[in-house]
């Protein structure tokens, strides 16, 4: 039998569209990593708070190995790659219903797509306890 694939793309294409079919915008976090090409410059400890909505993202397309879009930035259009791996939870802005998911393969440096610095470590995850979602307006 070949290994079984992620079940991760497949919730995270059923979120999504349970927002969308209900009027509220997804959200989605993102541990941002060596392979994750976001605007260094809005990344904040190590993640990044991105509105995936069909509103803001133009060409969305949830892979089975990388979320792709284009998103708008200071009214400044960026090309987005976001390997699945990297998203940590995807919500409805609205309610905070959503769902998150567990590191897999987190690194604390940041490569943007115009090549700038790495973005500075963070603290270690507290362990135990319930796990939180932090809005981010």
């Known amino acids: 039998m070949s290994e079984l694939t992620s079940t991760k793309p497949y919730l995270l294409r059923a979120i999504y569209e349970w927002c969308v079919d209900n009027g509220l915008t997804p959200h989605i976090s993102v541990s941002v990593g060596p392979n994750v090409r976001v605007p260094a410059e809005h990344v904040r400890n190590g993640e990044i708070v991105l509105n995936i909505g069909p509103d803001a993202a133009g060409r969305l397309r949830i892979g089975n190995e990388d979320i792709e879009c284009t998103l708008r930035f200071s009214g400044v259009a960026r090309e987005l790659l976001i390997p699945v791996t990297a998203v940590r939870a995807i919500y409805a802005r609205e309610t905070g219903h959503g769902m998150t998911f567990e590191a897999e ?15 500075t470590p963070t603290a270690p995850a507290k362990s135990g306890g319930k796990p939180r979602l932090k809005r981010v307006k």
């Open 105 to 119: 393969g987190r690194t604390n440096t940041s490569e943007a797509d115009d090549g700038s610095a790495p973005a």
